[in-house]
């Protein structure tokens, strides 16, 4: 099991090393505050683990930014910035079930480590080259193609790990604030991006980020190493990642979840990588006004893993992962309708508020319902997810060239909403998650 040693030693049936901890004396805030956070206060290991994704995710947001306002600075093209935006998807979409079946097969702490190190070294590698005046648009899509592949490393081996962290019944509350690191970074960076992009120009802030990886790096060492189940060494690598599919086409509820949250991506997904570009041509912002589009995402969705958070089983989780469909498009529908900055701060509050039905709850409830020696490799399928975004950036970057940024955006909104109805109509295994 991963964090083994833990594990072994633990009396408490929730798979934890520590001993239960009891909710503060400060009345309902006190309570409230300690159900939210539950995994990250009453677990150690988990905790060190979670402030490395914060730190990590605080880094890949602010780069993302900034790489998007960069290229589109040295390019002026819409659709050179939306390949190297989206550079890292298909490095992550080859990379990732490799990732999976590693991360079922080795230590799952010194992937995350080994990840979290090259992120570090390649913004410092950029910032260098912006000092040397040597930089060009490919050197930041090989960039992102290289992050890519980190990325399908480290996520399978770090949400695979965490349900022998916390135990099942932490289980949705440890990944709801997992999502909800994503989510105030989400908030904090791209906005603090911004900012500094204009203030210490973007060298600068390659070196901040370089070096919020790289501490990242140093709490992720404190927690113990992480052992995948012994079982899942057996195998090939190839009759590993075939398993691990032939598991998710036997699981119904692993599928149908994972069919959802796909086709929910592809739809979503491509116009919050475009946010950028669309803030710029549709309200004319600047770099610290479209910082604050992405922070409005990322504000809905610390209102959405919240809420997630407090979610336990009976709760009719399932309705609350197809609602999420509905918020979405109903958001991408005021974004394209109103061609206003504020109109647009509401639709993005509104996306990432969405996003996180889909992704947080959505991860939680897979990995319930997977047993312990497939969940990497099952979490490396859904992290293909990512990598399939270019069949939707790419033609969003393209209807956005030909049809103007509202139409491509309402297009979304319409499909969106459709794939909602159909949903709620024809997958009862998800209406009836609780």
Avoid: C
Avoid at 73 to 93: C, E, K
Avoid at 360 to 373: C, F, H, P
Wanted: aromatic residues 8%; proline residues 4%.
């Amino acid at each position: 099991m991963a964090v083994q040693d833990s594990a072994e030693q633990s009396t408490n049936p929730s798979g934890s090393s520590q001993p239960p901890a009891r909710p503060p004396r400060f009345g309902v805030v006190g309570r409230s505050f300690f159900h939210t956070f539950e995994a990250v206060i009453t677990n150690r290991d988990f905790r060190m683990l979670w402030f490395g994704m914060v730190l990590s995710m605080g880094g890949f947001q602010m780069q993302m930014l900034v790489r998007t306002v960069l290229v589109y600075d040295l390019s002026d093209d819409r659709l050179i910035t939306g390949l190297v935006t989206l550079g890292f998807a298909p490095s992550l979409l080859l990379v990732s079930l490799y990732g999976g079946v590693l991360s079922d097969r080795m230590e799952r702490r010194l992937l995350i480590q080994v990840a979290q190190t090259v992120n570090g070294l390649l913004a410092g590698g950029v910032a260098l080259l912006i000092i040397t005046d040597n930089l060009a648009w490919g050197h930041l899509f090989a960039v992102s193609v290289i992050q890519g592949a980190m990325f399908a490393l480290q996520m399978p081996a770090r949400q695979a790990a965490i349900p022998s962290m916390v135990g099942k019944e932490n289980l949705a509350n440890a990944f709801a604030l997992n999502a909800m690191a994503m989510s105030l970074m989400s908030l904090i960076a791209p906005a603090l991006g911004g900012w500094l992009y204009g203030q210490i120009d973007p060298e600068g802030v390659y070196l901040v980020v370089a070096v919020t990886m790289l501490v990242s790096v140093v709490f992720t060492s404190m927690v113990p190493k992480m052992y995948p189940p012994v079982a899942a060494n057996a195998d090939s690598v190839v009759q590993n990642v075939v398993a691990g599919f032939r598991y998710i086409k036997n699981n119904k509820i692993v599928l149908n979840l994972m069919i959802y949250s796909v086709i929910v991506a592809l739809l979503s997904m491509p116009f919050r990588m475009m946010i950028p570009v669309y803030g710029k041509d549709i309200y004319g912002s600047d770099a610290a006004q479209v910082g604050i589009l992405l922070t409005a995402v990322g504000l809905g969705g610390v209102i959405g893993s919240i809420s997630v958070a407090n979610l336990r089983s009976g709760h009719r989780r399932g309705w609350f992962l197809l609602g999420g469909a509905i918020v979405s498009g109903a958001s991408l529908g005021l974004v394209a309708g109103l061609p206003v900055f504020v109109a647009g701060l509401i639709g993005m509050i509104g996306i990432g508020l969405g996003e996180q039905a889909r992704w947080a709850l959505g991860q939680s409830l897979i990995m319930e319902s997977t047993a312990d020696e497939y969940r990497a490799r099952v979490m490396s399928v859904l992290m293909m997810t990512f990598g399939l975004m270019p069949l939707g950036v790419y033609p969003m970057a393209l209807a956005m060239d030909y049809l103007g940024g509202q139409v491509a955006v309402g297009i979304s909104a319409v499909l969106m909403l459709i794939f909602a109805v159909v949903s709620i109509s024809f997958l009862p295994r998800l209406r009836n998650l609780r």
